[in-house]
C-alpha cells in the first residue's frame, strides 16, 4: 500500500470522534477503578452511542449503573466507601470521558463538580437512572390508614427542583398550601396527557383520570398531604388500583410516570446538558410484547438521549441487540481465583472466551479456546526457526510444547509441564470426541496456569 493511502487510513482510525463531536454531548467511554465489584481498571468504549449491557446478577452489571449515576451528582465523597474491598492499595475512580473532549475523573479527592462541566448539571434535575426498584414506589405501599398508594412523597422528590416563578424552584416555597397547589397544577396539566400518551403504548384499556390531592390524618390526628392516582379501567373508574391492575399494567402505569416526569423535568433546564436515560431491569413485570413496546418508546420518545439498558435476562438482550444501533456488552463471572472479577465480552481474546464458556458450563467449547490460545501463546514464544522440525515442517502443539520446555526455565518450565499434561488430559479431550470424564476444578486450573505463563513469557 502507498504511504499516502496508509496515512489516510491511519488518520480515519485515529479520528472516529469527528462524526459525531460537534453533536449533542455524549458520553465516549468510561473507566472503573477498584470501585465496587471492579478490582483493577476495567474500561469501556461507548463511543457516543446507545448502550445494551447484558450481566447475570454478581457480575458488576450494578456497579456501572452506580457509576453512571455518579453523573446526577455535584458531591463525590461517597465513592470512597465503595472502594473494591480486595484491592487495598489501589485508588478509587471513575472516570468519563466524552464526545465534547471533556474529562471528569472522580476520586475520594474530588469534593464538588470541577469547572467546565456545565453541561453535567442538568442531570440531577431531571434524574434519569431509573431501575425496577423505583417502579415499585408507584404501586407497592398502600397509603394512610391502609387507604389507596400515596405517591406524594414520590412526587414532591421528583419535582423539587421544577422551575416556577422568578426562576424559583418548587422545593423553595415555603408556604404549604401554595406549595401543595402548585405541585397539583404541575402533576394535572399537560404532564397528565403525556402520561396517558405513554401508557397507550402498552395498553389502551386503562388511563389515569387524575392525580387527587387532598389532606389525611394519621390514627395519632397528625395532618398529612396524601395523592392518590385515580385510574379509569375500561371507561370505570377503579379503587386501590395497586391491587386490580396486573403486574405488567401496574409496570407499565409505573414507567410512563417516570419517562413523562424525566421529558417534563428536562423541558425546565435553559442550557444544554448531556441526556442519558439509564435504565436496570425494568422489564421483569412484562412479557416480550410489553418489552418491544417499551423499546418502541425509547425509539420515538427518547432519540435525543443517549440510552444505557442493563437486562440480566439474555433471551431479551438478544432480541434487544438487533432492534436499535447499540454498543454492547457482555457480562460474565470469572471466578477462577480467589477474588472474583467480571470478565468484559467485546471483541474478547480467546481466553475471556474460554471462562464465558467455562461459567456456562460448555468445558469442550472451553477447552478448545483454551488449547488454540496455549498454541498461540508458544508461537509467540517461540523463534519460527524453532517451530520447524528438522525437515522444517511446521511442529504439531506436542513438538512446541516440548520445545519451550526445553528453552524455558525455573518457574515458567514448572508451569508448561503442567499445561502439556493438562493438554494430554483435558484439552485434547474436550476438543475431540472423548467420552472420558471431565473434572471443571482442572479447567479452572489450567485457565489460571495458561494467564500466569502469559504473564511471565511476555
Not at 427542583?161 to 397547589?181: A, P, Q, R
Amino acid at each position: 500500500m502507498k504511504d499516502d493511502r496508509l496515512q489516510e487510513l491511519q488518520q480515519m482510525v485515529a479520528e472516529p470522534k469527528a462524526a459525531y463531536a460537534a453533536g449533542p454531548v455524549r458520553i465516549d467511554r468510561i473507566k472503573i477503578s477498584n470501585y465496587k465489584f471492579f478490582v483493577g481498571d476495567f474500561e469501556l468504549a461507548f463511543n457516543g452511542k446507545n448502550v445494551l449491557i447484558y450481566g447475570e446478577n454478581g457480575t458488576g452489571k450494578s456497579s456501572i449503573y452506580r457509576a453512571l449515576e455518579f453523573l446526577t451528582k455535584d458531591k463525590f465523597d461517597a465513592i470512597e466507601k465503595d472502594k473494591n474491598i480486595f484491592n487495598e492499595a489501589g485508588e478509587v475512580a471513575v472516570e468519563f470521558g466524552f464526545t465534547n473532549g471533556k474529562e471528569l475523573i472522580i476520586t475520594s479527592d474530588l469534593t464538588e463538580l470541577p469547572d467546565g462541566m456545565d453541561f453535567l448539571k442538568g442531570l440531577s434535575v431531571f434524574t434519569p437512572m431509573l431501575d425496577y426498584k423505583k417502579l415499585l414506589r408507584v404501586h407497592y405501599m398502600p397509603g394512610i390508614n391502609g387507604g389507596a398508594v400515596n405517591v406524594y412523597l414520590l412526587l414532591r422528590e421528583l419535582f423539587k427542583d421544577f422551575s416556577v416563578e422568578k426562576g424559583e424552584k418548587l422545593s423553595t416555597i415555603t408556604n404549604f398550601t401554595d406549595y401543595f397547589k402548585t405541585l397539583e397544577s404541575v402533576v394535572n396539566g399537560d404532564l397528565l396527557s403525556e402520561i396517558n400518551a405513554l401508557i397507550s403504548y402498552f395498553d389502551a384499556d386503562f388511563k389515569i383520570i387524575r392525580f387527587a390531592f387532598k389532606m389525611d390524618t394519621t390514627p395519632e390526628g397528625s395532618p398529612v398531604p396524601v395523592v392518590n392516582i385515580e385510574i379509569d379501567f375500561k371507561d370505570n373508574p377503579i379503587d386501590h388500583y395497586h391491587s386490580f391492575l396486573n403486574e405488567a399494567r401496574l409496570s407499565a402505569l409505573a414507567v410512563a410516570i417516570y419517562f413523562a416526569i424525566i421529558r417534563k423535568m428536562l423541558g425546565t433546564l435553559k442550557e444544554d446538558c448531556l441526556k442519558i436515560l439509564v435504565l436496570d431491569d425494568l422489564l421483569i413485570s412484562l412479557d416480550m410484547s410489553n418489552r418491544l413496546k417499551l423499546l418502541e418508546i425509547l425509539k420515538e420518545r427518547f432519540t435525543d438521549f443517549q440510552i444505557f439498558f442493563f437486562t440480566h435476562d439474555k433471551e431479551l438482550f438478544e432480541i434487544y441487540r438487533n432492534k436499535m444501533p447499540w454498543e454492547q456488552y457482555e457480562l460474565y463471572l470469572d471466578d477462577t481465583d480467589p477474588v472474583h472479577k467480571p470478565i468484559i465480552k467485546k471483541g474478547s481474546s480467546p481466553i475471556e472466551r474460554a471462562k464465558e464458556f467455562y461459567a456456562h458450563k460448555e468445558y469442550d467449547c472451553c477447552a478448545l479456546l483454551l488449547r488454540k490460545d496455549f498454541e498461540k501463546l508458544l508461537k509467540s514464544y517461540l523463534t519460527p526457526k524453532e517451530q520447524r522440525d528438522r525437515n522444517c515442517y511446521d511442529l504439531n502443539l506436542a513438538g512446541l510444547v516440548d520445545r519451550a520446555i526445553l528453552k524455558s526455565t525455573d518457574e515458567p518450565k514448572i508451569i508448561l509441564e503442567k499445561l502439556n499434561v493438562d493438554r494430554k488430559h483435558i484439552l485434547n479431550p474436550l476438543s475431540h470426541n472423548d467420552a472420558r470424564n471431565i473434572y471443571s476444578e482442572e479447567l479452572k486450573a489450567a485457565m489460571s496456569d495458561l494467564e500466569k505463563l502469559k504473564e511471565m513469557l511476555k
